[in-house]
């Protein structure tokens, strides 16, 4: 394996390092994706409980249906991670922001993200 160039480890680095872009704290990821994972199906548990204790006694196909049509009639509750921002992606979007707001020279900036889009082949 040949060695990689200092060019290719900062490509590589704008590639393929990820950005936590959620706006939280990234180490509480870890704790926070299995409480998001844990609730929504608690609650789906709890609304299955709740409908299907009203079948207590004997079953009739009327208190069934009706049973079955309150539980179909809300979609279950869901929760899907959300993938981190490549290095590259969350460097523009900084360098865009600052420019935005006023905080440096719009000719200097325009160059700084020509420059990092160039290393990284970021074109958004």
């Known amino acids: ?3 990689k160039t200092p060019q290719e480890k900062k ?3 704008y590639v393929k390092d990820r950005r936590n872009n959620y706006g939280e704290n990234d180490k509480s990821s870890r704790k926070n994706i299995r409480r998001n994972k844990h ?3 608690s609650a789906n548990r709890r609304r299955a409980q709740t409908s299907l204790a009203a079948l207590l006694g004997s079953p009739d196909d009327v208190r069934a249906e009706s049973v079955e049509d309150r539980m179909n009639s809300r979609r279950p509750r869901s929760w899907k991670k ?3 921002a490549p290095l590259g992606v969350m460097l523009v979007g ?6 935005r707001k006023g905080m440096t020279d719009g000719e200097v900036m325009a160059d700084r993200v020509n420059r990092v889009r160039g290393r990284s082949g970021v074109r958004a």
């Open 82 to 84: 959300w993938p981190d």
């Open 39 to 41: 609730i929504p199906n």
């Open 94 to 99: 900084r360098l865009q922001r600052r420019t």
């Open 11 to 13: 490509r590589l680095s």
């Open 1 to 3: 394996m040949r060695r």
